[in-house]
């Protein structure tokens, strides 16, 4: 405990892009803003069968949500005569994605992607446990999201991983909320306890029934028969979470998953010996990275741009972990001139490259590492 009491406080920033696979297509289309937008998961079973992906706000507003059925999002928006249903493009949220997340990274003591638009920060340490500091942290790399990326976002800023989430969800778009270890409970209490992150309609349901409206009625419920109702593990988490407490790490779990990295070729091409020293650049530069942080690969990814601006990936699994630079820039290389045939005729704008399923290497010296020693 001393030690414990010794060390900052813990200061945890939750960001969460907006509307995010709609904002995806805003950007590569503006001329869609104030449209109402709605991307969709079409079963392909009729014309209009499926569910809403994404709604940007202006869809929002008027009631469409993720997971609702199109017919429905297209009868909320019939008197809306711009309404724009676009199908997903997961390649281009996937590589959209990627670039966040590279961005966030640096801004973090610790990280952990959350999920395709989300991560958490651990910024105790560069904050020096001030949430003054952290706040300016939140409003630079909102900064650098809007700038490098045209992309917004909202950003919870607590003293973990819980009150970072709900703050971040308390004011959305573009929003920064900031909950103080002191105002954990103020901010809570008033909330309904369906907003409480882990209550789904069942637990829901079963509170209400016991009176409960709010997070703090919850917090102030009798635990003995919280346990009673719930079982021990999510009694307890309940009793817990509607405190504000948790005291989960950030990238407690499986740290970082991938490394990538993207170039713009000099020119629109198709030609492989302008597009190849480009690859090796890259891939000179993810070994640079896995190497310093000790990590081998077992998937090799390839992303390409294309003169359209359409994206596509294409990604090969290896049979075993390996560190070899060689087997990551032939495998690139491989996966490139498929692609290529695949796509006959249309010229490459960007290049990615990405490596994934990283594991710590238990280190076998290559070819590579004899010939060019790591820097
Ligand atoms: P969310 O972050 O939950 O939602 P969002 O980014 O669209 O909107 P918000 O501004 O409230 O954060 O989810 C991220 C993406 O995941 C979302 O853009 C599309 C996808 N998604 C689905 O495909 N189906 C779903 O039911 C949900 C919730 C999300
Ligand atoms: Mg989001
Ligand atoms: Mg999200």
């Given amino acids: ?51 809403v992906s994404a709604a940007n706000y202006v869809a929002r507003n008027l009631g469409v949500r993720s997971g609702l059925p199109i017919v429905r999002a297209q009868k909320l928006l019939q008197h809306r005569a711009d ?85 971040a969800d308390f004011q959305k778009p573009d929003g920064l909320t ?8 103020s901010f809570f209490a008033p909330l309904p306890v369906e907003r409480l992150y882990g209550v789904g309609p069942k637990s829901a349901g079963r509170l209400h029934e016991l009176g409960i409206r709010t997070i703090g009625d919850l917090a102030s419920m009798d635990p003995a028969l919280l346990l009673k109702t719930f079982g021990r593990q999510l009694g307890r988490y309940l009793h817990r979470a509607a405190q504000g407490t948790d005291d989960e790490p950030v990238a407690g779990r499986e740290g970082r998953e991938q490394i990538s990295r993207i170039a713009t070729l000099k020119e629109d091409t198709r030609d492989v010996d302008l597009i190849y020293p480009v690859l090796e650049q890259l891939a000179q530069d993810i070994r640079q990275q ?17 003169e359209d601006l359409s994206v596509r990936t294409r990604t090969a699994t290896l049979e075993r972990l390996t560190t070899d630079a060689t087997i990551m820039l032939r495998t690139a290389r491989e996966l490139l001139l498929t692609l290529l045939e695949e796509i006959d005729g249309l010229k490459l704008r960007r290049i990615g490259l990405r490596i994934a399923e990283l594991g710590v ?4 010296r290559t070819l590579t590492e004899f010939l060019e020693p790591s820097s």
Wanted: aromatic fraction near 6%.
């Fill in 83 to 167: 309404a724009v249903f676009l199908p997903v493009d997961h390649d281009n949220y996937e590589v959209t994605s990627a670039r966040v997340m590279e961005l966030l990274r640096a801004h973090a003591d610790r990280f952990e992607s959350a999920s395709i638009d989300e991560a958490f920060l651990d910024v105790s340490t560069r904050s020096g446990g001030n949430i003054h500091a952290a706040v300016e942290h939140a409003r630079e790399l909102k900064r650098q999201l809007r700038t490098q990326e045209r992309l917004s976002c909202s950003v919870g800023v607590g003293p973990n991983k819980l009150l970072a989430k709900m703050a």
């Fill in 178 to 185: 900031i909950v103080r270890p002191d105002e954990a409970a």
């Fill in 1 to 51: 405990m001393a030690l414990a009491a010794a060390s900052v406080q813990r200061v945890i920033l939750c960001v969460d892009m907006d509307y995010f696979f709609a904002q995806c297509e805003e950007r590569r289309r503006p001329e869609l803003q104030n449209h109402p937008v709605v991307v969709c998961v079409y079963s392909g079973r009729t014309a209009t069968s499926g569910v």
């Fill in 361 to 364: 290497a238990v280190r076998e």
């Fill in 290 to 306: 896995a190497n310093a942080e000790r990590l081998g690969f077992r998937s090799v990814a390839i992303l390409v741009f294309m």
